[in-house]
């Protein structure tokens, strides 16, 4: 069957860190895959972006790989702060399709 | 450009009553979404759109009905409301063209919905 899987464990790191989400699919072969950050009682805002033939995607301090022979990727942010905690989740496009897969997301927190 | 709005924010209804919920994009987009989340499941689709007077199944659409009369607009129906049908439903926004900075969906802030 079709899945993302994005861990369900909140991940805890220190301010200053570099915090680390993984995003693992299965069954899919997507076009592109997306990063968007969710707040509590708000809607997911788009991050980054990353096509099937892009190795990484940098933007600030947020870099994006992207596997298509492991189906993982990978989500970075470098110095996070406490302003980065936040829900994280990953989406996959389709070539040709309407629709965008989501994962269900991982809850980040950066301790000061 | 307020983006994408919805309302109700927040509504409460009992078993067996009805709702609509409304969307409202002004950023001319052809296609519209509108997605439940559950804890732990993430976004789910009801369903979507991909232009005004169309309407298609997502994933999870029974117990749902869409219409999309006009372009800004997508409203979502509950015809009789359940408990499974407590979430938090979210509608997006997206450009018909995949080309570089278009691929993107813009959600609104949400309706929280309780079903007693």
């Known amino acids: 069957s079709q899945k993302i899987e994005q861990n369900s464990e909140a991940l805890n790191i220190q301010e200053g860190k570099t915090a680390t989400l993984t995003c693992n699919y299965t069954?899919?072969?997507?076009?592109?895959l997306q990063w968007y950050r969710q707040d509590p009682g708000r809607g997911p805002v788009f991050l980054l972006l990353?096509?099937?033939?892009?190795k990484e995607k940098r933007k600030e301090r947020l870099k994006v790989t992207f596997d298509t022979t492991l189906k993982q990727s990978l989500f970075h942010i470098t110095a996070s702060q406490p302003a980065d905690s936040a829900t994280y989740l990953c989406?996959?496009?389709?070539?040709?399709?309407?629709?965008?897969?989501f994962g269900a997301g991982t809850r980040l927190f950066v301790k000061a | 450009n307020a983006g994408v709005t919805q309302t109700p924010k927040f509504r409460v209804l009992k078993t067996g009553q009805s709702m609509t919920l409304l969307c409202a994009q002004d950023?001319?987009?052809?296609?519209m979404y509108w997605y439940r989340q559950d804890p732990g499941m993430g976004l789910r689709l009801i369903h979507y759109?991909?232009?005004?007077?169309?309407?298609a199944k997502g994933e999870v659409p029974d117990g749902y009905n869409v219409s999309r009369l006009k372009k800004q607009n997508f409203l979502l129906g509950l015809e009789s409301a359940a408990p499974s049908q407590t979430s938090v439903y979210f509608c997006?926004?997206?450009?018909?063209?995949?080309?570089?900075?278009?691929?993107?969906?813009?959600f609104g802030p949400g309706t929280r919905l309780l079903v007693l």
């Open positions: 990353i096509r099937e033939n892009e």
């Open positions: 989406a996959l496009d389709m070539t040709g399709g309407f629709k965008t897969i």
């Open positions: 950023m001319n987009h052809e296609y």
């Open positions: 997006a926004s997206r450009e018909v063209k995949r080309t570089s900075g278009k691929e993107t969906q813009y």
């Open positions: 759109s991909v232009g005004e007077g169309t309407t």
């Open positions: 069954n899919y072969s997507p076009a592109y």
